[in-house]
């Protein structure tokens, strides 16, 4: 990527060549709440060789993305309050590590990324901690806020095209262990059911059961029945957002907690 200048205009460097542009904003203009960033290309404040885009156009290289004066001037994350933190526990997540990826185990209440409302997600406090490491550390997949478990974390750029691909085409198994509250009858439970995302008031947005919304397909596999709840290996099919808790409370019986 070549330094921004007067004329607030990038320029897409090989490494970079197939992003989203969401995802590229994301990576360029540090500390920006995604919020922010979805708004400007939403107005046209973001551009591809001059042209309107939405945030899951692709950048490629040698494109010329422009990008408001205002939006490098706005105050982003400041990170010397947290290096005056004591951030070791940062070494204690880490279950996995070699030259191309880390893998780690996120704990549940802690957000992903920084956006709208959350000033540092896990991935800043990964960059923060390791800033003196020849890496970019760049996230893979993300899991919801109050979703433990493991989350991959690239090192390298070319490594994180190759992890995207490996994903995209389906390469990648899930597994989660969810604590269900309810009777269960069955092993298995395979549930084909469409979700839409609703915002509330209350709860911000939800997955809600919608058969004219886009496709969801789980699979929950009984491990282990107590009194009145059953622990669960579960595997989603595909990768909706907050579909396992869309689903187990479309079967009535929801995940402990929710």
């Keep these: 990527m070549k330094d921004l200048g007067i004329n607030n205009k990038v320029i897409v460097s090989r490494d970079d060549?197939?992003?989203?542009?969401?995802?590229?904003?994301?990576?360029?203009?540090?500390?920006?709440?995604?919020?922010?960033?979805?708004?400007?290309?939403?107005?046209?404040?973001?551009r591809i060789n001059s042209k309107r885009a939405k945030p899951r156009s692709r950048?490629?290289?040698?494109?010329?993305?422009?990008i408001p004066p205002y939006a490098l001037n706005e105050p982003k994350t400041n990170f010397s309050s947290v290096r005056k933190n004591d951030?070791?526990?940062?070494?204690?997540?880490?279950?996995?590590?070699?030259?191309?990826?880390?893998?780690?185990?996120?704990?549940?209440?802690?957000?992903v990324?920084?956006?709208?409302?959350?000033?540092?997600?896990l991935i800043e406090l990964l960059r923060s901690f390791r800033e003196k490491r020849n890496e970019h550390l760049e996230l893979v997949?993300?899991?919801?806020?109050?979703?433990?478990?493991?989350?991959?974390?690239?090192?390298?750029k070319s490594k994180l095209r190759k992890l995207h691909e490996?994903?995209?085409e389906g390469k990648v198994q899930k597994t989660y262990l969810g604590l269900m509250v309810g009777k269960?009858?069955?092993?298995?439970?395979?549930?084909?059911?469409?979700?839409?995302?609703?915002?509330?008031?209350?709860?911000?947005?939800l997955a809600v059961p919608d058969d004219s919304g886009k496709k969801a397909k789980t699979k929950f596999f009984l491990m282990e029945k107590y009194k009145n709840s059953a622990?669960?290996?579960?595997?989603?099919?595909?990768?909706?957002?907050?579909?396992?808790?869309?689903?187990?409370?479309?079967?009535k019986t929801p995940l402990a907690a929710d």
């Design 87 to 111: 951030l070791r526990w940062i070494n204690n997540i880490v279950i996995f590590e070699n030259d191309s990826f880390l893998l780690v185990n996120k704990p549940s209440g802690l957000a």
């Design 184 to 205: 269960f009858t069955q092993t298995v439970y395979e549930i084909d059911q469409p979700l839409k995302i609703i915002s509330t008031p209350e709860n911000g947005r």
């Design 231 to 251: 622990l669960f290996k579960i595997e989603p099919i595909t990768g909706k957002t907050h579909q396992i808790r869309a689903h187990a409370k479309y079967m």
């Design 141 to 156: 997949h993300r899991l919801d806020k109050d979703t433990s478990g493991c989350l991959l974390v690239s090192k390298k």
């Design 17 to 46: 060549d197939g992003m989203r542009l969401d995802n590229y904003l994301i990576k360029i203009i540090k500390g920006m709440p995604k919020s922010r960033i979805y708004r400007m290309i939403r107005k046209g404040e973001v």
């Design 59 to 66: 950048v490629h290289v040698n494109d010329t993305v422009r």
């Design 166 to 168: 490996y994903f995209r």
């Design 113 to 121: 990324h920084g956006g709208s409302g959350i000033h540092l997600g």
